[in-house]
Structure formats: C-alpha cells, structure tokens
C-alpha cells in the first residue's frame, strides 16, 4: 500500500520569509512521481511543482522548490520569499501508476 | 482554470436520497478520477475510468457508482445517501493513466454536497 505522512498540521511564517513543509512517503513501485498541491480557501486543487521519481535533480519552479530524498522517502517543499497569496492547504501526494495518494495536508498561513 | 469542469458547485439533499455530480474533462485527457474530500477521511481516491472503461477503485461505497461516456465526460452516482457522506467531491483529469505513464492529475473546481 501508498502511504504519504505530512507531520506538520499547521505553520506559520512572516512574508517574505522562507518555510519547509515536511512529507515522507512510503510505496513499492518502481515508477512513481510526488507532487506538491495547494489548496487556497477557494479550494480548487492548484498543482505546485512535481518530481520524478527517476530523476536526482531537485525540483524548482520559482520561489518553490523540493528537497528529493529517495533513500529516505522525504519529498519537503520550501517556499521562499514567502507571500500573502501563499496561505493555503498544502497536499503532499504519490502518483503511481493508477491514483493519487494524498497526505492529511499542512495549513500553512503567511503572516504580514 | 486547469480545463477540468464540474457541475453543479453547492447540492443540498436529504437523507436516502440520490445525487449525479458530472465532470468534463481537459480536451484530450483520456483519464477521468474521482476524490472526495472530507473533514475526517482527507482526501480519498475513488475511482478511475480510462477512455470509458473502470481502471482502478478505491475508496468507493457500494452506494456510490460512476461512469465514462462516449464524449469521455463522466458521472458520479450517490444513493441512499447519508450524512457522513457529506463532502468536496473532486474530479481529475489526465492525458493518460497507464503503468509508467506520467501522470500529471488536473482538478477540476469540486462539487460541494451537503446531506442534510
């Protein structure tokens, strides 16, 4: 079975700063791809930045970025320069070959 | 906008009744999801339907059915509903939904049930 554990509930960070939320993984295949979800109060599921599993290069788009563990099965996010708009749910999920397996989310609020 | 459209937003029912939640998928996107989302459950897949054959289930009650058309748009089935089964109902698309394939999911806005 896919599992997926965001240990951290709820953070907070003031603007501007930088922030790591936390996921580790667990699963058996070989093939499989991590992503990063943000869920604003709107709740429409925003896709933040991806990984392939395959790959060793750390994922980056803009002020996001991954830090790709596979040995230990962590996927963190770090969010720099971290503004208002970034408030939201954060979703860790583990693509495999059929669905994807979310973790319970990290609320993240951006504090003035 | 990811491309992905569900209908209707907000349904208010009661219990034992029977609801359809229709999903649109991104032109092209073969692979259609179903999640829910609830408060004490997170977020849980359901089922999935690939060029309008059942590929993969999850989570789903024998209450709770779906289907794939022609046009690839698809529908998701509640009955004798109940009141745990209130919750954002989430569509997904994705171009392909294969063993090895890459499998970037889009998200359609969500249907939010309320059984009452």
């Known amino acids: 079975a896919q599992t997926v554990t965001q240990s951290q509930p709820e953070m907070s960070v003031q603007e501007a700063e930088t922030v790591t939320l936390s996921c580790t993984y667990d699963?058996?295949?070989?093939?499989?791809?991590l992503f990063w979800y943000k869920q604003p109060p709107s709740r429409q599921m925003i896709l933040v930045i991806r990984q392939e599993a395959y790959k060793q290069q750390n994922a980056t788009e803009n002020r996001f970025s991954v830090n790709f563990q596979k040995a230990a099965k962590s996927f963190s996010l770090k969010i720099s320069d971290s503004q208002l708009g970034d408030t939201a749910m954060y979703f860790c999920a583990l693509g495999g070959s059929e669905k994807l397996v979310f973790g319970k989310g990290t609320k993240l609020t951006v504090n003035p | 906008d990811s491309g992905v459209t569900q209908t209707p937003k907000h349904l208010i029912t009661a219990t034992g009744q029977r609801v359809t939640l229709r999903c649109s998928p991104r032109s092209g996107d073969l692979s259609v999801y179903w999640y829910q989302q609830s408060l004490d459950q997170g977020l849980q897949f359901l089922i999935q339907y690939y060029n309008g054959e059942e590929r993969a289930k999850g989570n789903i009650l024998e209450r709770f059915s779906a289907q794939q058309f022609p046009d690839l748009h698809s529908e998701l089935n509640l009955s004798s509903l109940e009141l745990g089964d209130s919750a954002l109902y989430f569509c997904?698309?994705?171009?392909?939904?294969?063993?090895?394939?890459?499998?970037?999911?889009?998200f359609g806005p969500g249907t939010r049930l309320t059984v009452l």
């Open positions: 699963t058996s295949e070989n093939n499989y791809y």
């Open positions: 997904a698309s994705s171009v392909v939904g294969g063993v090895s394939s890459y499998n970037e999911q889009f």
